[in-house]
């Protein structure tokens, strides 16, 4: 089972620990221009109330990674989206994104005061079978919605933890 650290501030995310989150990314998604800058977006929103950050390390060793994200639209506070789940290659199998999910479960109900969770998955991965197992449902599909080569398209899918 891995270490689960949480993080909060853009100042507890070390030169390091920022290299090897980019390292994770790319590793899981096989590359590609323009990761540096999303990070370090993520990074910069890092708050208590707003954005966290959550580590899954076996030893020093960074094996996944997610993020959560309160809206700042009043409409919509009470609900939280995950995004980036990443577990490395050879990490998967494990329990890392399991462990990583539930953590974030907790601390949206237990700490942000969320309700319900959304995420948008990439179709044809087993995600949809992995987030169904942990009480996630799917709420609908976008069909060829993501772009992902001059000819590979595949569905977004959306899906709803709730009541948290």
């Keep these: 089972m891995p270490d689960l650290i949480q993080l909060t501030d853009r100042s507890d995310v070390t030169p390091a620990l920022r290299r090897g989150l980019i390292d994770c990314w790319t590793e899981v998604t096989g590359g590609g221009t323009g990761l540096a800058p999303v990070l370090d977006a993520i990074i910069t929103r890092l708050h208590p109330d707003r954005e966290r950050l959550l580590l899954a390390l076996s030893?020093?060793?960074?094996?996944?990674?997610?993020?959560?994200?309160?809206?700042?639209?009043?409409?919509?506070?009470?609900?939280?989206?995950?995004?980036?789940?990443?577990?490395?290659?050879?990490?998967?199998?494990?329990?890392?994104?399991?462990?990583?999910?539930?953590?974030?479960?907790?601390?949206?109900?237990e700490e942000m005061h969320l309700d319900q969770l959304h995420l948008a998955a990439?179709?044809?991965?087993?995600?949809?079978?992995?987030?169904?197992?942990?009480?996630?449902?799917?709420?609908?599909?976008?069909?060829?919605?993501l772009h992902l080569g001059p000819n590979e398209r595949q569905d977004e899918v959306l899906m709803v933890l709730s009541p948290l």
């Design 59 to 109: 030893g020093a060793a960074l094996t996944g990674w997610v993020t959560l994200t309160r809206d700042p639209n009043p409409l919509i506070t009470h609900w939280g989206s995950v995004n980036h789940l990443q577990t490395r290659p050879s990490h998967r199998k494990r329990g890392v994104g399991t462990a990583l999910m539930t953590r974030l479960h907790r601390i949206a109900r």
């Design 122 to 145: 990439r179709g044809g991965l087993g995600l949809e079978h992995f987030c169904s197992r942990l009480g996630w449902r799917e709420a609908g599909r976008w069909p060829k919605a």
